[in-house]
């Protein structure tokens, strides 16, 4: 064995410490003050939420789901009852349950048969909802009375509602609709008892926009849009005049987040997504610049903040706006050992036709170019990366890999032109930045050419098997995790959750009526013959998005003509792998996978 090898494997960090459960993550502060809350592993290495008081104490569990694992939760008002949402096995038809500080009383406070909940607003006694229980299509509004347990049905959909919300009175006063030609409307009424009218409306090009809030009046609407500008700013309507002012807006990227003051509804920080997020526009202060607002008690006095860097997990601290102090609460994961982690750099790329493309690459210090690479392709694709901690990008740093990221076209961030050059590009321009970012790497020297692999999950896993397929000989081996391979099938099997935005997809993949010739040679199903490199495909078999027949099939086509093909099925997982133990044995398959065609580091 080389010393070279020898030096390498001692640097190796176990990917248990990578994926496993983190020791404190989602701190929350409650609305008294007196506790502060987290998700941690209990004694059998499940993700439950702890608790203990905030001048220091014991922690004790409170909550104790047996499987998959507490990701979501929130503190009633009472701050005695700890509320939080689950599924059954990665289906997604999540149901609310309340839980006591002492563990005991917990309920099911949805207990109905294939509905999903969602979480839409909260006040003292009460807590709005969103089910589709009369329609599993639609999404309604339902009314929660916290102390009986008490459902009723408070805002019916009249069929087009998406997007709802209420003012600080607990009254749901805005909506935006879809209509069928993709065109969205913001909707608004005086009172509940008032007949809807729309006060904005924008076209299917435009950048997603967001209800945010009602001005603490009640009398404007707070919203991002990018009617009239290519970035999506920050807009102020006055609901009686429907003057229009602009409050806050970057020229190059889009508003990611406003932050309201709890007490008394103000805006405090507004934040744009550049390489991170960053504050542009803060309105209240102090706003300390040391991380990102998690959460706050009642009286906006204590704020709990995550600290990111690309490198390091987060750490979580506990400031005090009236003294000014900070105190760590705690890293999520203190077990990783602090060294060998990848710095990561911001890059930009231009693609064949001239449009810039932002990104980063990580590589480990010890990592001697040219060098194997991973180019780790996100989901969405209206979404995108972004420069903050990511296990996978320094686990596969770790290994001896340089990980690059594009934020190709079509992903969210940077206006509406960078998105929309995306339309009807899944698996043609898409692909072609990915290709022209790979021979970019190769060109400036971080690459070995014959030593790039292509990974992503979702839609990067459908991008990951359109790049063996339409440009067979580009990337030595692929990984594609939950991805469409087929989209004729893909599209017709849209979850019914998800079919009033169908005029989104139409516009900008394709109708499988329409455009049936167009998404055929598009979906990699139709091409396996011309796949040559190695692929490694993973399912979560209940997965609602990507259903495990777009997997299958893929898999049974490659079989059927001898093709190289690894499959990895996981039967209590679906879209997103929440079960540590899965992540550790899937990143497992990954890694021996990698090792054997890209030539990085593996550990047993």
Not at 57 to 70: A, F, Q, Y
Not at 317 to 339: A, E, G, I, V
Not at 545 to 561: H, I, K, N, W, Y
Request: hydrophobic fraction near 35%; charged fraction near 20%; proline fraction near 7%.
């Amino acid at each position: 064995m080389s010393a070279l090898f020898l030096l390498a494997a001692a640097t190796l960090i176990p990917r248990e410490l990578f994926f496993s459960n983190p020791q404190y993550a989602s701190p929350k502060i409650s609305p008294d003050a007196q506790y502060i809350s987290w998700l941690a592993p209990d004694g059998r290495g499940v993700r439950n939420v702890w608790v203990r008081p905030r001048q220091g104490g014991e922690p004790r569990l409170v909550t104790r789901d047996p499987n998959r694992g507490i990701t979501n939760y929130l503190w009633r008002p009472d701050s005695r009852h700890i509320l939080y949402f689950q599924d059954q096995n990665g289906n997604e038809d999540f149901h609310l349950f309340e839980t006591g500080l002492d563990g005991s009383g917990t309920r099911d406070l949805t207990p109905l048969p294939g509905i999903r909940a969602e979480f839409l607003a909260l006040g003292q006694t009460e807590m709005l909802l969103l089910m589709n229980q009369r329609e599993g299509r639609h999404f309604e509004v339902y009314r929660l009375d916290l102390s009986t347990g008490g459902l009723k049905l408070d805002t019916p959909n009249p069929g087009n509602f998406v997007f709802w919300l209420a003012d600080r009175n607990l009254q749901v006063r805005a909506a935006i609709a879809y209509l069928p030609d993709g065109t969205q409307q913001v909707q608004v009424r005086d009172t509940t008892r008032s007949p809807w009218r729309v006060i904005e409306t924008w076209g299917p090009h435009e950048v997603l926009g967001r209800l945010i809030a009602f001005r603490p009046d009640g009398q404007a609407l707070w919203l991002l849009s990018s009617v009239g500008a290519n970035t999506s700013q920050l807009v102020e309507i006055d609901l009686t005049s429907s003057f229009r002012k602009i409050l806050a807006s970057d020229s190059q990227y889009d508003i990611s987040d406003v932050l309201l003051s709890p007490t008394t509804g103000q805006i405090q920080s507004i934040a744009t997504l550049r390489g991170s997020p960053k504050s542009v526009s803060p309105k209240s202060g102090p706003v300390p610049d040391i991380g990102v607002i998690l959460s706050r008690d009642a009286t906006d006095r204590y704020w709990i903040f995550a600290k990111y860097s690309p490198s390091r997990p987060p750490q979580y601290l506990l400031y005090d706006r009236t003294t000014r102090q900070k105190t760590t609460l705690s890293d999520s994961h203190p077990d990783l050992p602090n060294r060998g982690q990848a710095p990561i750099r911001e890059v930009a790329i231009r693609a064949r036709d001239g449009l810039v493309l932002h990104g980063y690459m990580a590589r480990a210090k010890r990592t001697q170019l040219p060098a194997p690479t991973v180019l780790l392709v996100h989901g969405g694709p209206w979404v995108r990366d972004t420069l903050t901690y990511s296990p996978t990008v320094q686990f596969l740093a770790n290994r001896g890999y340089v990980v690059l990221q594009v934020n190709y076209r079509g992903s969210s961030g940077y206006g509406k032109q960078f998105l929309n050059a995306g339309n009807r590009e899944w698996g043609g321009k898409m692909l072609d930045d990915l290709v022209d970012a790979k021979r970019w790497a190769v060109r400036q020297g971080y690459a070995k050419p014959d030593k790039v692999g292509i990974m992503g999950a979702s839609f990067g896993g459908y991008l990951t098997l359109a790049g063996l397929a339409f440009t067979p000989t580009e990337f030595a081996c692929g990984v594609d995790m939950v991805g469409q391979s087929n989209l004729l099938t893909f599209l017709r099997t849209i979850p019914s959750f998800a079919t009033s935005v169908r005029a989104l997809y139409d516009l900008r993949v394709g109708n499988p009526d329409r455009d049936e010739a167009m998404l055929r040679a598009r979906s990699p199903y139709y091409h396996v013959d011309r796949i040559v490199r190695p692929l490694l495909i993973i399912q979560g078999a209940n997965d609602p998005r990507v259903p495990r027949t777009e997997s299958d099939q893929m898999v049974e086509a490659l079989r059927a003509r001898n093709k190289p093909v690894e499959y990895m099925l996981l039967p209590d997982e679906g879209h997103n792998f929440s079960i540590p133990a899965n992540q550790i044995r899937v990143m497992g398959a990954i890694e021996k996978f990698l090792a054997k065609h890209l030539g990085g580091h593996a550990l047993d």
